[in-house]
C-alpha cells in the first residue's frame, strides 16, 4: 500500500527509422495490482493514465522519452504480505515484464547479544535416545571449550532408563518414550532463545577443531542461513536436481563436488542443498522450516530437513570446522524385549 520509484526504465534502442521520420512513439505499461503516477512531467511528451494501472507514454523524440521514463512510480493499491506484481511493459515490438516485490515491512528481529560471546550467541541443541555416555561426552566437550554456553537437551528415552543431565547450563527435557528424532529436535530448537544454534546429535562431540566463532562469524557476514561442519576432517556436502511433474518428483543426489561454488572471501565454505547433522544456524530462520515429526521420519529423517530447507533456507558447508563423531552403541543394557524391538536390535 506504498509506492515506490522505478528506477532504471530506459530505451537502448529505437528504429532509425522512426526517428528520422519523426513518428510518434508509444511507451505503454501495465499492472494489476497497482497504480501508476509520475514524479515529474516532462514538456513535449504526452501522458494518459496517471492514477490507472495502464501508463501510455508519447512522444517523437527519444531523449524526451526517456528523461520521462526516470520519473514513472508504482503504488500498490490491494493489499498482500507477499506477492508479486508483474508490470508488462510494450515499447514498438517489444514486450518486456518487470517484477516488483510487494511485501509488508518486516521488523528486525531482536537478540541480547550480552558480551558479544559464543555463550551469550549461541545455544547447543542435543537430541538424544539412550546413550549416555556419548552424551555426557558432548556436554564436558562443550564446558570446556565454551564455558557457559546453554545446552538444550532433547531426550525420549524410556522413563525406566532415564537419566537427568539438567544442571546449571543444560536444560534437559523429557519427552513421551519414542517420540522421535525430529519431535525432539522441534523441543530443543523451541527452547532457544540465542540468535544462533548449534545442533548436534548425542555421539558427536565438539572439539578445538569445531571453531564455532568462525562459523558464527561466516553467518554474520554472509546472506546464508545455517553453515554445516565436516566429521574427522571430511567434508559432508551434496546438491540435489528436483525434476518432475504434478503427480511425482524425482530427487537426483550429487555428491560430485557436492557443492555449486565456493563462497567467495571464505576459504573452505561451500554452498550446497545438504550438510551434515552438526551444524550453526540462525534460529529463527529455522524455526519458520522445522522439522517434520511424521512417524516414518521419527528415528531416520536426516536429510528431510535438507529438503524442506529447499529454496527457503541458503545453506553451506564448511571443510576447515570439523566435529568428532563418537562411533559406539546405545548405553543401556537392560533392554526389555519391548524396547529391544523398537530399537531393532531383535
Not at 31 to 47: E, H, I, P, W
Not at 240 to 263: E, H, W
Request: proline residues 3%; aromatic residues 12%; charged residues 20%.
Amino acid at each position: 500500500m506504498r509506492s515506490v520509484w522505478l528506477k532504471g526504465i530506459r530505451v537502448e534502442l529505437f528504429n532509425i527509422s522512426d526517428v528520422r521520420s519523426n513518428k510518434q512513439m508509444e511507451f505503454q505499461i501495465n499492472a494489476t495490482r497497482g497504480r501508476f503516477q509520475l514524479a515529474g512531467r516532462v514538456r513535449g511528451v504526452y501522458v494518459n493514465g496517471i492514477g490507472a494501472n495502464t501508463l501510455t507514454i508519447s512522444t517523437r523524440s527519444p531523449s524526451l522519452l526517456n528523461l520521462q521514463l526516470k520519473y514513472i512510480v508504482y503504488r500498490n493499491t490491494e493489499f498482500d504480505a507477499n506477492i508479486v506484481d508483474f508490470a508488462k511493459i510494450r515499447f514498438s515490438e517489444t514486450t518486456v515484464t518487470i517484477p516488483i516485490h510487494i511485501q509488508h515491512l518486516q521488523l528486525p528481529w531482536l537478540f541480547i547479544e550480552g558480551k558479544g560471546q559464543i555463550q551469550d550467541r549461541v545455544t547447543v541443541a542435543v537430541k538424544t535416545f539412550l546413550r549416555y555416555s556419548r552424551l555426557r561426552n558432548a556436554i564436558k566437550a562443550v564446558d570446556q571449550l565454551y564455558p557457559g554456553t546453554r545446552i538444550v537437551v532433547a531426550d525420549d528415552t524410556p522413563d525406566h532408563l532415564f537419566t537427568s543431565f539438567q544442571s546449571s547450563n543444560v536444560d534437559h527435557f523429557r519427552m513421551p518414550a519414542y517420540t522421535g528424532y525430529f519431535a525432539g529436535r522441534n523441543l530443543g530448537l523451541s527452547q532457544v532463545s540465542t540468535e544462533y544454534f548449534f545442533y548436534q546429535d548425542d555421539d558427536m562431540m565438539i572439539t578445538e577443531e569445531t571453531k564455532l566463532g568462525m562459523l558464527v562469524s561466516f553467518l554474520d557476514n554472509t546472506n546464508f542461513h545455517l553453515v554445516s561442519v565436516a566429521v574427522a576432517g571430511h567434508l559432508f556436502a551434496t546438491t540435489l536436481d528436483i525434476f518432475g511433474n504434478k503427480s511425482r518428483t524425482c530427487i537426483d543426489q550429487k555428491t560430485d563436488p557436492g557443492y555449486y561454488m565456493a563462497v567467495k572471501n571464505f576459504p573452505g565454505f561451500y554452498a550446497n542443498d545438504v550438510g551434515l547433522n552438526a551444524f550453526l544456524a540462525s534460529t529463527n530462520e529455522v524455526k519458520a522450516v522445522g522439522f517434520d515429526p511424521h512417524p516414518a521420519l521419527a528415528r531416520l529423517g536426516h536429510g528431510e530437513f535438507f529438503l524442506s530447507a529447499l529454496g527457503r533456507l541458503r545453506i553451506a558447508a564448511c571443510e576447515i570446522c570439523s566435529i568428532r563423531h563418537m562411533k559406539r552403541g546405545f548405553d543401556a543394557g537392560n533392554y526389555t524385549s519391548g524396547d529391544q524391538e523398537l530399537l531393532g536390535l531383535t
